[in-house]
């Protein structure tokens, strides 16, 4: 069975830009966010850690990212979870979906699409109240869900619920609640998201391959390598030549690379409070950028190349990364 949702917002409706397919009958849900512009090409901003009601510099990141997507004319924005702090939505009524949200990410050019995952801090709040289609009644713009792939023709955007995978929530949650439901029993949860994760990744057509989740795979910053998703998501990664792995949790922007594979790992979780000035000194392999502040990382993907900047709390570039995959030939 397949849902098509039609969206409802005027501009989407009076560009007709904009299509959104819902299958139901997939393990992972699929949603379609087609290339608008003539050469094909995607551009999106991500940002992670942000939901604090302006304050900690969110709206200052969120005025430089307005600038930065006007000039890019962004497709649509990839929120890589703490959507809300400290403890996620109380309920769809909670008044931080405003203060944190809508009243924050004003700026004309961010009235698109937002893709959100959830991290762990939303999972100390209401988790079925930020998953809530209720939501998008409130803020059109809103979509957040468990685990999904949005696909937009030349790369496949995979989302990932990283939070189940962490052992410390569940074994020592100290004074914090969270909100399993949904999750519970937890290994069979994680072993058939891992499943679905890798026979989506196998059957996949795309140019280029991103993989979205909240926590880090390699990180130096205060969290450091997640080691669950090391041992559990990692493998699934490589032997499905993924391209990028997209992470929050850290509040800092970061690029590592890798030995063993062709992934690389970043870091865009500078949404609101950071300055932790707590790095791993020792882990330094391969880590190409460290930037302990806020900000947010912008992304433009074509057939050919894939360039991803760092921009800071005052919009300046900070750094640059660029991919680049050989010319696609239809016949050889
Ligand atoms: C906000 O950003 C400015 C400019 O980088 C910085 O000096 C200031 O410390 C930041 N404020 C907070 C609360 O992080
Ligand atoms: C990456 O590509 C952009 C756009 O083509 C270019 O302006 C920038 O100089 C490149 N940066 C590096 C480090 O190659």
Same mark, same amino acid.
């Given at each position: ?83 809300? $702090?400290?403890?996620? !939505?109380?309920?769809?009524? &909670?008044? =931080?979906?405003?203060? +944190?949200?809508? #009243? ?84 069979? $949860?994680?072993?058939? !998201?891992?499943?679905?994760? &890798?026979? =989506?990744?196998?059957? +996949?057509?795309? #140019? ?125």
């Amino acid at each position: 069975m397949a849902i098509r949702c039609k969206p409802s917002d005027p501009l989407w409706l009076f560009t007709g830009l904009f299509t959104w397919f819902l299958h139901v009958s997939v393990a992972l849900v699929r949603l379609e966010h087609p290339a608008v512009k003539s050469d094909g090409s995607i551009s999106l901003l991500v940002v992670g850690d942000w939901g604090r009601r302006s304050l900690y510099n969110q709206s200052e990141v969120a005025f430089q990212m307005g600038k930065i997507g006007e000039r890019m004319e962004i497709d649509f924005v990839i929120s890589t979870g703490d959507n809300f $702090y400290d403890d996620g !939505l109380r309920s769809i009524d &909670d008044p =931080a979906f405003h203060e +944190s949200f809508s #009243r924050v990410y004003t700026a004309r050019s961010l009235q698109k699409q937002w893709y959100s995952v959830l991290g762990n801090h939303d999972y100390r709040g209401d988790v079925a109240a930020q998953l809530s289609p209720a939501l998008r009644r409130i803020d059109e713009r809103w979509l957040c869900l468990r685990s999904f792939i949005l696909q937009t023709g030349i790369a496949e955007f995979f989302f990932v619920d990283t939070t189940p995978f962490v052992d410390k929530y569940f074994r020592k949650p100290n004074k914090h609640v969270y909100d399993w439901r949904g999750v519970l029993p937890r290994e069979d $949860y994680l072993s058939k !998201l891992l499943k679905d994760l &890798d026979l =989506a990744l196998r059957s +996949s057509q795309a #140019r280029w391959k991103v993989v979205v989740g909240h926590h880090t795979i390699r990180s130096i910053g205060h969290h450091r390598s997640t080691k669950e998703l090391g041992n559990l998501l990692l493998p699934i990664l490589k032997a499905n030549t993924v391209d990028m792995y997209i992470n929050g949790h850290d509040h800092c922007l970061q690029h590592v690379s890798s030995r063993s594979s062709r992934i690389q790992f970043l870091t865009s979780g500078g949404g609101s409070k950071a300055w932790k000035g707590d790095t791993d000194i020792f882990n330094k392999d391969r880590v190409k950028f460290y930037y302990d502040g806020q900000g947010f990382m912008s992304m433009r993907l074509t057939e050919t190349d894939m360039n991803v900047v760092f921009h800071d709390v005052l919009g300046d570039n900070l750094y640059h990364l660029n991919l680049t995959k050989p010319q696609q030939h239809s016949a050889v």
